[in-house]
């Protein structure tokens, strides 16, 4: 090869790579998300839906769909306003319609960010049986292709487990997750224990759900209860006064400046597992007690149950998740830029 030919590989790679990013949405699939929220007390789903957006605007996410455990009656509407806000408009969305523990525990933002935007559904009513979302974009997935991201109650993973052959497929909702799902990622809980039956988390509200779920569920899952040092949503007077990041964040903060961020870190993994803010725990189990209280314990020693904790020193991660996190939730939609 003559020097004139190396300069010319040279630049033709330099050029290469800097079209990388530009090619990322198209030739890398990302990690395929199905995204189950509550949606109604805390403001934590809503940055974390936005920053699962901004990862899906850069390539490495591909959302699937979003599912809303909650019974509050706009967090259906309230996610499709946040979907429509980042380009996303028609993405599968399902609300849970099963028996079993209806939770309603009101919201402060959801209704404002409903009503403020066009959407096609105006209470949860109006949306598909999310049980019936799961079997139809389950059905339609490669193999061992899904991750499951759970950032509220796990009422309808429950319901997804027990689910009969139907016209999306000839599996049962268990045999469906085991083809079609590669790890479920599961905010609740804390750890290595929580025993305070009075305070509020994911578990508690449907504890029959996540007793089950953790113990029939056949892939692995990655229980995540960090977050509540992470504090964010510090910048978002600097977002245009109608993001709904904005809006939830000032009615549920007022004046005060951020909010830990349970369910940004728990997604965060889901799309990147491989980052250096996390260590894995892969001995014992999540012992969840029939109030929804929960301790991990040494036996039994499943491979199916996997602690997410903080990789490191702490402090270092907390500082850098923190910075990750608000950057990222606070990225303008690729069709607002
Ligand atoms: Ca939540």
Redesign the pocket.
Known sequence: MTAVNRCWCLALLLIGLCALPALADETLPGVSIIWD???DT?C??VGALAMLHALADAGEAKILATVVSSHYPYSAPCVEAINRYHGRGDLPIGAAKQPGAPIDRGSRYARAIAERYDTTLTTNDDADDAVDVYRRVLAAAPDRSVVVVT??YVTNLRYLLKSKPDQHSDLDGRSLVKQKVARWVC?GGRYPEHLDPRVYG?FKPDPAAIVEAAANWPTTIYFSGMGADVGTGRTRGKLPADHPLRVAYDLYLGDKPTRPSW?QAATLFAVRPNAPYWKLRKTGSNHIFENGTNRWVDEPNLARHVLVEYAADPREVIQQLTQTIESLMTRPPAGKR
Do not use: A, E, P, Q
């Open positions: 929220t509550d949606m805390d934590d789903d950032v509220g905010m994911n369910d």
